[in-house]
């Protein structure tokens, strides 16, 4: 067996899916995804695991980060429906409350094409940096987007698992 990849993320932004509930009172993680013919869909996870009700509104906001942890430029983060429909990306932003122990995922959505004409460069960018909500603590995922050429990532609503 052989490593083939390496990534890191800033422990203040380390993603949790289990362990001890950070002080945020929040877990959120991404999950593997599915892919097919050039549509990739990925989830992004929360769960409360405080002990005070956690109030979501709308979409997570999201910033594209390239292996050097740099911000990436020029992709449009736009509503998952402007992408694809049936994919979990879309739907109505609802306000919703976690109660200690509930959960919410939001799902991301893009195409992975290349054919967008010259001049365009694709874009692959390992992370993703994630605020659940306004004045939250930022939580870095590790997505591996591959938008191709397309410029964009679609998120969806927060919905309230189960």
Known sequence: MSIVKVRSVPL???PSESGPCPASGVRVHADRGDAA????VVGLHLE????APYRLNGRPKLQIVDASHEPVTGVSIVPGDRIA??????GTPRDIILEPGERAYAGLVWRNTT???DGYVPVNAPYLRVWARPGARPVMT???LDLGTTGRLGVGPWKKEG
Do not use: V, W
């Open 12 to 14: 203040a932004e380390a």
């Open 37 to 40: 013919m050039g549509l990739r």
């Open 48 to 51: 409360n695991c405080g002990k």
């Open 85 to 90: 429909t049936g994919t979990g990306a879309d």
């Open 115 to 117: 054919e967008a004409g």
């Open 142 to 144: 590790t997505p591996e």
